[in-house]
């Protein structure tokens, strides 16, 4: 779910804007997946741009202190949602941690970089949300360390159905600044997409594993 639609068109704006957010339905990008993409996300490009990344900070800050105020630690994926879990967690004056995709293969073995306590409470930031695997495996690596997970925030998700699934067997509330719809409605709205650009990528979110360029 989203935080609410205004933040939804706002972030879409200002992702759009700095060019995070690429609409290509003529020159799809190919994602690491081997899926054909007329989107490509990084959001990791709003820190580059201060104004954005305070927006996207303060707009996380806001609703985690209304939907959350009982949290005592913030959790960033890495790699791209470490650098705005830190800031989060600044603002919120609360400990902050990392979750590696998996356990290091050197050293002490982390996966889990940082101090935490069992027991604690625990949200999980993430910039992107695909398929959601990623997501949830960094959730498990928490839970498996004894935190109590309240939910996981993210800057932008594409929506997907597999991911609202697994994150509903997971039983884990997920909560968007902004999301493909939104994202579409804001293109529009501003001249960015064409109608018959907006169908395309309408088309592309419905079965992207095999969806071609016509």
Known sequence: MICNKDTAKKTAKLLLEIEAIKLQPNQPFTWASGWLSPIYCDNRISLSHPKVRDYIRDRFVENIQKNYPDV????????????????????????????RPEPKKHGRQNQIEGY??????????????????????????????????????????YDFTTAKELFDK?????????????????????????????????????????????
């Open 72 to 99: 005592e630690v913030i959790a960033g994926v890495a790699t791209g949602a470490i650098a705005i879990g830190v800031l989060i967690a600044e603002a919120l004056e609360l400990p902050f941690i990392y979750v």
């Open 170 to 214: 997971e039983n884990i509330r997920l909560i968007t600044l902004s999301d493909y719809p939104s994202l579409l409605i804001q293109a529009k709205e501003s001249g960015t997409i064409s109608d018959l650009e907006s169908a395309v990528l309408k088309l592309w979110r419905k079965d992207p594993n095999s969806w071609k360029v016509n």
């Open 116 to 157: 935490l306590e069992k027991g604690k409470k625990v949200l999980v930031i993430e910039d992107l949300i695909s398929t959601g695997k990623s997501s949830i495996n960094a959730v498990k690596a928490l839970q498996n360390a004894e935190a109590t997970i309240l939910g996981m925030y993210a800057i932008f998700s």
